[in-house]
């Protein structure tokens, strides 16, 4: 009886679920809220870019603050593309990521 004899397996092994690539996944972000992220991150990236091209300037600190600002916008919005279009939603669960 210790080596396991007795103690077959009853029931059948589950098949592993299809895995999508990087667990890519629009369950939670469906509708209009999918473009509008998108187009959120599209416009940060362009502010970004259309600070960067700003070459002399007299007072700087509001482009300063104005980079500032646009690449965090653009760091957030794919922050959120990434949790809420991969798996990651699910494994930090949906109670934590509404309260953050």
């Not at 667990?23 to 940060?44: F, M, N």
């Not at 990651?88 to 990521?97: N, S």
Request: charged fraction near 20%; include cysteine; hydrophobic fraction near 40%.
């Amino acid at each position: 009886m210790e080596d396991g004899a007795v103690y077959n397996e009853t029931t059948e092994p589950q098949a592993k679920p299809l895995r999508r690539p990087f667990g890519c996944t629009l369950r939670h972000l469906w509708g209009w809220r999918l473009p509008i992220k998108a187009l959120q991150a599209i416009l940060s990236l362009l502010a970004v870019i259309c600070e960067e091209i700003v070459e002399d300037c007299i007072t700087c600190g509001g482009l300063y603050f104005f980079e500032f600002t646009s690449c965090s916008a653009f760091l957030l919005s794919l922050l959120i593309l990434c949790v809420y279009c991969t798996d990651v939603y699910e494994t930090f669960g949906e109670d934590k990521v509404q309260t953050v």
